[in-house]
Structures are given as C-alpha cells and as structure tokens.
C-alpha cells in the first residue's frame, strides 16, 4: 500500500492521511516521507491563504519530487492574497486562464474524465529555457482545450541537454474539478487513480467464455461430483480453488492496476520466471534470471500502450544488470483496450511506438502474447518465454 497524503480535505477512507490547509501554518509535512501527495485546491480560502507559508511548501515539494514523490492537484480557479496566489507554491510558473468551455480536442478515455464534461478555468505552459539551461520542467498535456489550453498536464523535471534518459523527477498531475460531482467525492475519484480498488467481480465473459487448457475437464469433473457431494465434497473444493487460480491468469487479459500486477507475477511463476518487486511502485517489477536483473514496467490501459508507458519503462533501464552476451534494456508488459473482447481490440503497440523504441532496448509484450506463452506451456510444457526476454527488444511474439 502507497502511503498517501491528502492536503486541504479529510478522506472518507482511513488508509489515507490528511491535514487541513490552516494545519500547514504550525508546520509543514515532510513531503518526502509520502509517496504520493495530494492537493485539493478548491478547499483553499483566501484567508488561509495568506497565512499559510508558501515558499516553504514549494521547497519542500522541489526536494521531494527529485526523491520519488508524486504530486497530484486537484485544480481550482485562481484566488489571490498577500502578494501570492493559490498555485504559488508551484515550483515552476504556469499561466492561468479565465476561460470556460465544453469542446474538448483531446481527453482521456478513463474514469475520472468520463465525469469532466466541461471546463470553467485552464493554463497554459511556457517551455522556453535559454540555451545554457541545464535542467527544466517539460509539460505533458493529458486534457487540453480545443485551443489547445491545458486543462490537465503533468509536469516533470528534465535534464535538457540530453534525449537518452532526461528524467529526473517523478511527476506532478493536474486534474479539473469534475462536473456536477461533490468535492469530497471528487476526493475520492482522484485517490482511486493513485490506488485503484480492486475488481472483486467475476471476470467479464468475454474473458470467462476462454477455456485455459485443463479446464473443461475440471469443470465435468465438478459436474459429474454433484450427485456425490457427501463423498466428493473435498475434492470439488480443491477444484473450485484450481479454476479460480486459473481464472486470475485469464485476468491479465481484462485487469487494470494491482489486480494486474499480481496477475502477471503469477503467470511468470507459472513459466519459472521470477519477477521481484522494486522500489515503491507497485507496476515496478524485477525480473530476476541468474546474474540477470531486468527492469518491467507493468500497465493496463482501455486504449493502446502510450509514449508514456514506454517512457517509463526506459527511465529504469540503467538499472538493468545482466550477465555477458545480454544487453541492457527493461520490458513493458502491457494489457490494452482492457474493457474490450479480445476480437474488437486494436494493436496493443501502436506503429508510433514500436518505432520509437527503436535504439530505447525495450521489450514490448502485450498480455495477449504472454498468455499464448502460459497457454502454451500448459499444453506442451514448452517455454520460450524467458529467452525471448533476455534476447530480444522491440515487440515480443509468441510466434
């Protein structure tokens, strides 16, 4: 579990902790401590505002964003007081825009924006650094307006003088209110992006409907033991403890979050492949081989892989270890279009991204293909899996 810290509202949840911005008066958190904070702007009136210290809060999020915090605001119109405002304590310089709207020329496709139907205020980013600047803050638009305004980015610290590894930051997010929707639930929405709940359902039948090898025989088995419970009793229980452990492995086809997670770990086990945690993140994995230690970057998404996803996975290749012969590289392992079946999906790896892996050494494996690997292992015992891992970058196929 990330340890979340809310500034500016009390959380209905307990595994969060909280302050109230008038708590920020009498002393500032240690931001660092977190490994996620998060802002809620419009709970900021203009009399705590002029009061709270500001400058210490922007030191304080400068040091813990190079340390492995992330950031997310909750946003709200601009509010001045005592020679600041309300985004003050940014530690970079964003311009905020008095203008509303609805027409959206790009907006994710995911649960917290299905509730974003308009926009009352916006920014906008100025990226011009001198030419002797060495470092600086590169934005990335997530919701922008159809003038192109910001109306959710990220912003990052960069190294600008390079291409091969810039990052040096975590990110810092910014989220509109959503419409028609009350703060506190608001709140809420926002922290599920940060630990997403996790899918206690039956799996959804298009996924369901898929008959891992094995399976049908179990099945008759329970069937045929239903006359004989009495007898059979443990024994269906065994199997009913079999097929649900099988029905996780199908979920790498259909999940999301740390319910993916656990999912691929366990189909890697299944392979004889191990993959360890790694720092803070859950989607952070280690693949661990021999002298091997391979950097994997788990996502699922209801659309295809992004640049983002294979941003990231390339930020942690340094950290890679491998014995002779075996390049350096790191792997992301991707479920798209999540909430489709398996028919209807489009490329899971984009031509965009494929191409620009290209020299990154990163493996792209797409759950669909790490489930033929499983399956095929199942049938035959056969598996190619790992060396196609150690030995490969760029798309990764079963065939």
């Not at 911005?21 to 705590?48: A, E, M, Q, R, S």
């Not at 007081?81 to 530690?91: C, D, I, K």
């Not at 940060?194 to 359902?201: A, L, S, T």
């Not at 993140?281 to 002298?291: A, I, N, T, V």
């Amino acid at each position: 579990m990330r340890r979340v810290l809310v500034i500016g509202s009390e959380t209905k949840s307990k595994k969060y902790e909280s302050v109230k911005w008038l708590d920020l008066k009498g002393k500032v958190p240690t931001l660092g401590d977190y490994d996620d904070i998060v802002f809620v702007l419009p709970t900021l009136t203009l009399g705590v505002l002029s009061i709270i210290p500001i400058q210490v809060i922007k030191s304080k999020i400068g040091k813990a964003i190079l340390n492995e915090t992330t950031f997310y605001v909750l946003t709200a119109p601009q509010i001045n007081a005592g020679g600041h405002h309300n985004y003050s304590f940014l530690p970079f310089n964003i311009t905020y825009i008095n203008e509303d709207g609805e027409m959206f020329k790009e907006i994710p496709e995911d649960n917290y924006f299905k509730k974003v139907n308009r926009w009352d205020f916006c920014f906008s980013y100025d990226a011009t650094y001198p030419d002797t600047a060495e470092i600086g803050w590169d934005c990335t638009p997530i919701a922008v307006t159809k003038h192109g305004n910001l109306v959710s980015f990220s912003m990052r610290v960069i190294n600008l003088k390079t291409y091969v590894n810039p990052t040096l930051s975590n990110n810092m997010l910014f989220f509109p209110p959503q419409t028609n929707v009350s703060i506190n639930d608001n709140i809420e929405n926002l922290l599920n992006i940060i630990n997403p709940p996790e899918n206690k359902d039956n799996l959804p039948p298009f996924i369901k409907e898929l008959k891992t090898p094995g399976e049908a025989k179990l099945l008759e088995e329970v069937s045929s033991n239903q006359s004989v419970i009495l007898e059979k009793g443990e024994r269906n229980s065994e199997i009913m403890e079999t097929l649900k452990e099988l029905d996780i492995r199908k979920s790498i086809l259909s999940s999301k979050g740390t319910q993916l997670v656990d999912a691929v770990v366990k189909v890697f086990k299944d392979l004889d492949i191990i993959l360890e945690g790694e720092e803070k993140f859950e989607e952070d994995k280690m693949l661990l081989s021999g002298k091997n230690k391979i950097p994997v970057e788990i996502k699922g998404h209801d659309k295809g892989a992004t640049e983002e996803d294979l941003r990231q996975a390339f930020a942690r290749k340094n950290k890679a270890v491998v014995e002779d012969g075996v390049k350096p590289k790191a792997i992301l392992i991707v479920n798209a279009f999540a909430n489709l079946p398996l028919e209807q999906r489009g490329k899971d790896f984009e031509d965009s991204i494929v191409s620009k892996e290209t020299g990154w050494e990163v493996g792209l494996l797409s759950t669909r293909e790490l489930y033929k690997f499983w399956e095929e292992s199942k049938k035959t015992g056969k598996n190619s899996l790992l060396e196609k891992l150690l030995n490969n970058t760029g798309l990764i196929k079963f065939s």
